[in-house]
């Protein structure tokens, strides 16, 4: 007689929240940089190509379920990396737009974008690399209905709607980023969010600097998450 076996294996997922004080990172009025932390970040990132029918199902399965061992927030940290990847791509792609089609301002605005943020996905890839993440190659379905949306448009309803957006990603990303750096379990993943937030706190003046010269109202900036908010 034939005797079947099962087999049941049972993840258990602890959460490891290190909390840390990054107020300074999330006001771009100020120039203080956030003290006393370990230093080694929510769009979802677009799927990763397989290399194989195997070899893919097992990478999407130890991306998903995380490996043997690994707690909650490890699995967290590499949702974050493949999500801010793919916004920075993101970035990229519509500051590369408006390079070419924006005004004076905004072009020299948006080349700066476009390089810092080419820069953190150099240096997210090296931190991708060592968690063993592998990283999206195309930008988030929100982008990309943005870019077509950008690409018919011209003159100043382009630099209006290009600089509307990207102030209102950019405090979206400063967020996530800080919530990030609040929680990571690697200290590498935390040391380059942190950098991240100081340079996109640098795009805020960048925006609003390109947004005077073209005579274009940006939206108020957001009220900044409570303390015992961002804790949880």
Not at 21 to 48: E, F, I, K, R, W
Not at 194 to 220: C, D, N, S, W, Y
Request: hydrophobic content about 35%; glycine content about 8%; charged content about 20%.
């Amino acid at each position: 007689m034939n005797i079947g076996r099962m087999h049941i294996a049972v993840l258990g997922v602890t959460v490891l929240v290190l909390p840390s004080m990054l107020s300074a990172q999330m006001d771009p009025s100020s120039s203080q940089s956030p003290q006393g932390m370990n230093q080694p970040s929510g769009q979802q990132g677009a799927s990763t190509p397989a290399t194989g029918a195997q070899a893919g199902t097992s990478t999407s399965m130890r991306d998903s379920l995380g490996a043997p061992g690994e707690t909650g927030q490890q699995m967290l940290d590499k949702q974050f990396v493949r999500t801010a990847t793919a916004g920075n791509l993101g970035e990229v792609k519509l500051a590369t737009l408006a390079t070419q089609k924006g005004g004076p301002d905004v072009k020299v605005m948006a080349q700066k974008i476009a390089d810092d943020h080419a820069a953190m996905n150099k240096d997210m890839a090296t931190v991708a690399d060592s968690m063993g993440v592998m990283l999206p190659k195309k930008v988030s379905k929100e982008d990309q209905a943005e870019y077509e949306k950008l690409n018919s448009l011209s003159g100043k309803d382009f630099d209006t709607e290009y600089l509307t957006y990207t102030v209102k990603a950019h405090w979206q990303d400063v967020h996530s980023f800080y919530m990030e750096a609040t929680s990571s379990a690697d200290t590498e993943l935390q040391a380059e969010v942190v950098k991240a937030m100081g340079t996109m706190r640098q795009h805020f003046g960048l925006i609003t600097k390109a947004a005077t010269a073209e005579g274009i109202t940006l939206p108020p900036r957001p009220p900044r998450p409570a303390a015992t908010t961002a804790a949880k």
